[in-house]
């Protein structure tokens, strides 16, 4: 038994820092895209479920200044920095007004994702990734390219973020961000497929994408996050096959994803439409809580049901609380701090 406990340790312990920083025990923060409009919203939380718009659900910033490439934010996640300092989030760069002007094949197309930086979760700057110019908008342009012709991209979807501390740069340093996200380039792969590239601690340069796994179908809006048992779980919408919110694991961060679990997730909501999950736990309770926005309801519902501890047996979903027009999005742990700071700050621009 003591060789086993000691085992579990050791193993917790070189696996501690493959996730992103965990903070906070005062509250909650739901970083989302507004389902009235293409931008980043806030709210607050004190226990998971009932929430506090910030700004009344309006821009947290212009998604003109930092989407550079449609002028529109969507599926926005967020975390800490890999040192605890500060705070990088990710947003699918589209506007879907934007098609006609861009001459997109349709309105949910796109072409690329916006990565940024905040020392206060208010004030944010920004880099955006135009993936139809191809190998040299990334740091590594000489590297073997995913596609032949990057310009003829299609989508570039739903990126989120995982802090990779065994990843390896050219010049040795050791560290960095882990972006994952879905892209279809129509001429060349017939569905969309899970891709990831890593960015570097200054949040600005991203190398070029790999692929992360192939099933044979599409899938997109990946959620990953490291387990207890040692173990990366994913949630995971198939676009193709049986459609759904399925779940996933590996060993290794960057490949050996098996099959989806067939048996597992969203049965309890029948054959009504889900996309854009997001797993958390709240404070002090080793289960977890998925999230995701049920959108073949009209109107649309975001929903939280309940999870063990190995992010299975998904069960007892209910309505969020107290959010203007929730939508895909992340979650992350606040300090007394900063829920203060942002209810400060939501009640100041509220009251000019």
């Known amino acids: 038994m003591r060789t086993i406990l000691l085992s579990l340790a050791l193993t917790a312990a070189m696996t501690a820092g493959a996730q992103n920083p965990q903070k906070g025990d005062y509250g909650y923060l739901y970083c989302h895209m507004s389902d009235k409009g293409q931008w980043t919203a806030y709210a607050v939380s004190r226990d998971g479920y009932h929430y506090e718009d910030i700004l009344g659900g309006g821009p947290i910033m212009d998604p003109k200044e930092h989407a550079r490439i449609e002028g529109g934010q969507r599926d926005a996640y967020v975390c800490r920095s890999w040192n605890g300092k500060g705070y990088v989030m990710v947003t ?61 991209i299609n989508r570039v979807w ?16 050791r560290g960095g961000y882990m972006i994952y996200y879905s892209m279809l380039n129509r001429p ?62 590996s060993d290794h961060l960057t490949s050996g994803w098996g099959e989806p679990v067939e048996d597992d997730y969203v049965s309890f909501e029948g054959k009504k439409k889900c996309e854009g ?60 701090k900063e829920y203060k700071r942002l209810l400060k700050w939501s009640k100041k621009q509220q009251g000019k």
């Open 92 to 152: 699918t760069d589209m506007n879907n007004s934007m098609t006609k002007p861009l001459g997109k094949q349709n309105e949910w197309d796109n072409y690329g994702i916006d990565l940024l930086t905040s020392k206060d979760l208010i004030h944010w700057e920004s880099r955006s990734f135009d993936y139809r110019k191809g190998p040299a908008i990334f740091c590594n342009p000489e590297a073997e390219s995913v596609y032949r012709d990057w310009s003829t």
């Open 188 to 249: 060349e792969e017939k569905y969309d497929r899970m891709y990831y590239s890593h960015a570097d601690k200054t949040f600005t340069r991203l190398t070029q994408p790999k692929l992360l796994f192939d099933w044979g179908y599409a899938t997109i809006d990946a959620d990953i996050n490291l387990l207890n048992d040692g173990k990366y779980h994913m949630l995971i919408k198939k676009e193709g096959g049986k459609p759904g919110i399925y779940t996933a694991t």
């Open 277 to 336: 999950s997001s797993a958390f736990q709240l404070i002090g309770d080793p289960t977890w809580r998925v999230a995701y926005i049920q959108y073949s309801d009209k109107p649309r519902r975001y929903r939280i049901c309940k999870a063990d501890q190995n992010l299975r047996n998904f069960h007892d979903p209910v309505d969020i609380e107290g959010v203007t027009a929730p939508q895909h999005g992340s979650f992350m742990r606040l300090t007394k």
């Open 158 to 173: 739903a990126p989120q973020i995982f802090w990779d501390p065994d990843f390896v740069w050219e010049n040795g340093e």
